[in-house]
């Protein structure tokens, strides 16, 4: 775990990269008969997922919260 600590900047980099050489593709690559709102707009799909991806921690981190975790005391003798 320390090693990714150590990392943890590194890897950010190595994330926003991609994502900008995902985009990046997104701009050289054809369209063809486009079906969704989003396949005509460039870098919509690599935007909704890093969102999505945001959304669904910040949701299940909150669910989580909500429904796991108990008080400090809890499990102590009363």
Same mark, same amino acid.
């Given at each position: 775990?320390?090693? !990714?600590?150590?990392? @943890?900047?590194? %890897? =950010?980099?190595? /994330?926003? +990269? /991609? !994502? $900008?050489? @995902?985009?990046?593709?997104? %701009?050289? +690559? ?5 079906? /969704?709102? #989003?396949?005509? !707009? ?5 935007? /909704? $997922? &890093? %969102?999505?991806? &945001? #959304?669904?921690?910040?949701?299940? =981190? ?5 429904? !796991?975790? =108990? ?6 003798? =009363?």
């Amino acid at each position: 775990m320390t090693w !990714l600590r150590e990392r @943890a900047e590194w %890897f =950010k980099w190595a /994330f926003f +990269a /991609f !994502l $900008a050489g @995902a985009v990046a593709y997104d %701009f050289m +690559a054809e369209r063809h008969d486009p079906h /969704f709102f #989003g396949d005509t !707009l460039i870098g919509f799909w690599s935007v /909704f $997922a &890093l %969102f999505g991806c &945001l #959304g669904m921690i910040v949701i299940c =981190k909150g669910i989580s919260h909500a429904w !796991l975790m =108990k008080q400090e005391d809890y499990y102590d003798d =009363k």
